[in-house]
């Protein structure tokens, strides 16, 4: 399906046959702003916390592994099956746009999925499902491979600043492929199996991963530098090997990627989330309990952990999967701290943190160069009694007593910041936006409840009652 263009001139002529961008603009801004799930509720959580945690949770599969991984199951013509798919709704929402593409699945377990893509039977992204997260951008490079075309809009996701997309961009162009960007929708081609060298001007995990997934079919050589060292970009390397590919230098810098002439199938185990156990970690911290995690790679976790242990958290890892959290003594330090690029700590742990920090003593200082403006959920800390207060890319918090108020997530890690927020509240927090929870936590009100954190639905406690 390779079609040569040789100038922005013809996209005209590429855009009209294939109808690309035919959901009007008046239709795109009256879309939901979020995926619907079908299967889980957005009823408001109510939390009761104050109660020190306890006991043993098996942390869930990794969002941001899985996400990546569909999206590059496209490059296979053969069934595969994948362990570790959490059962959130950013998984239907990419499940739904590799289904348009081609892409046969079915679940076989709770965390088991088999995919099998015989051909890829559209090159368009869907416009309405590409809205609604950033990783759907993550199956350009396996169209582009695989269909030699790729159409693809700029995508949305959680709206924490300005997260632009030209580093994807800029790596398929030096790969040899050609990629217009009209109006917010890109279209990338190539005629040509992808070859060449790119350095990425920053640490991205998305670019990184649409590069390697561009790679890795053909018969050119592509060395990328500068490229993440993220879990996630080394999740994916993984699995694309597993299923034939020739990636080399995985968990440097450098990678180096062979093209194959095509990958075959096989099953793969995905990555445990660290971003969820973190959350608990941080549960477990501001609600002064004891709490032990189970199927963690701590390696993912060790920037959490090290800050953890320097505000006066026991740690404990009990072997390479099971860390226990030890709050109980009640005496904690404030801290300072910068996010950055893993293997330093995550910009997505820092509103979980910040929550913790708002329980502790003294003036804490988080600073986050990555998204400078991830700060919306401060406003949310201080209804519950929070002192935080933003000031350039940092939040300056004051340690203090929080207390129960009805709150509002505006995104997946700025409402699983005020769950911590509530584990430490003795009266009620009610939580709104919970859409946003569930597009990055499985189960969380189960899951709360099982550590001893007194939760509910809103809905549910009002139907009891009746
Ligand atoms: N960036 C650019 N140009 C690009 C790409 C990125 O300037 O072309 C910048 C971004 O604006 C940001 C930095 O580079 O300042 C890092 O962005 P990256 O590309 O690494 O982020 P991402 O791949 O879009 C993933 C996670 C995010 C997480 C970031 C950073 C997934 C699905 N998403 O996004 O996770 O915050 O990496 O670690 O893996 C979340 O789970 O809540 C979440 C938002």
């Known amino acids: 399906m390779a079609i040569s263009i040789a100038s922005k001139e013809v996209i ?136 030699g075309e790729a159409r693809i809009s700029m995508p949305g996701g959680c709206s924490f600043g300005v997260r632009p997309v030209d580093q994807h961009v800029k790596a398929l162009r030096a790969m040899g492929a050609t990629v217009v960007e009209n109006n917010g929708d890109f279209i990338a081609v190539r005629d040509r199996p992808l070859t060449g060298r790119f350095v990425f001007d920053l640490l991205t995990v998305g670019g990184t991963q649409n590069a390697i997934s561009a790679a890795t079919l053909g018969t050119g ?75 963690a790679n701590l390696a993912h976790l060790r920037s959490v952990s090290a800050k953890l242990i320097e505000a006066g958290v026991g740690i404990l890892e009990m072997d390479n999967t099971t860390v226990r959290i030890d709050a109980s003594s009640n005496k904690f330090n404030p801290l300072h701290l910068s996010v950055a690029e893993f293997p330093g700590f995550p910009t997505d742990v820092q509103p979980m943190m910040s929550a913790f920090l708002a329980t502790v003593p003294g003036t804490s200082r988080i600073t986050d160069r990555i998204y400078p403006t991830r700060f919306g959920y401060s406003a949310e800390l201080n209804r519950l009694g929070a002192k935080t207060e933003v000031l350039d890319s940092s939040i300056l918090i004051e340690g203090t007593r929080l207390h129960g108020a009805p709150v509002k997530a505006a995104d997946i890690r700025a409402g699983a910041a005020l769950v911590v927020a509530a584990a430490a509240i003795e009266g009620e927090t009610r939580i709104q936006g919970v859409e946003f929870l569930n597009r990055g936590y499985e189960n969380l009100e189960q899951r709360l409840m099982s550590i001893g954190v007194d939760t509910t639905r809103d809905g549910l406690r009002l139907a009891n009652a009746s």
């Open 12 to 147: 005209g002529s590429i855009s009209n046959r294939s109808n690309f961008g035919k959901d009007s603009r008046a239709e795109r801004t009256n879309m939901p702003p979020l995926f619907e799930s079908k299967t889980m509720s957005n009823a408001p959580l109510i939390i009761r916390g104050g109660n020190p945690v306890s006991g043993i949770l098996p942390v869930n599969p990794s969002k941001n592994a899985a996400l990546p991984i569909i999206a590059a199951s496209l490059l296979i013509g053969e069934p595969i099956v994948l362990n570790g798919v959490p059962r959130l709704s950013d998984m239907e929402c990419i499940l739904e746009i590799v289904k348009s593409l081609g892409a046969n699945f079915e679940w076989i377990s709770q965390h088991s999925l088999r995919i099998h893509t015989p051909e890829i039977t559209s090159i368009e992204a869907p416009y309405s499902l590409v809205s609604k997260m950033r990783a759907s951008f993550n199956v350009l490079g396996p169209l582009l491979a695989r269909a």
């Open 221 to 295: 050589i592509v060395r990328l530098e500068n490229a993440s060292i993220d879990p996630d970009v080394i999740d994916l390397c993984n699995f694309l090997n597993t299923m034939g590919a020739k990636i080399h230098g995985i968990g440097t810098h450098t990678l180096e990627i062979e093209g194959v002439e095509k990958l075959h199938g096989g099953e793969y185990n995905i990555i445990p989330d660290r971003l969820e156990a973190a959350t608990f970690m941080l549960v477990a911290a501001a609600s002064r309990g004891i709490l032990t995690l189970t199927n």
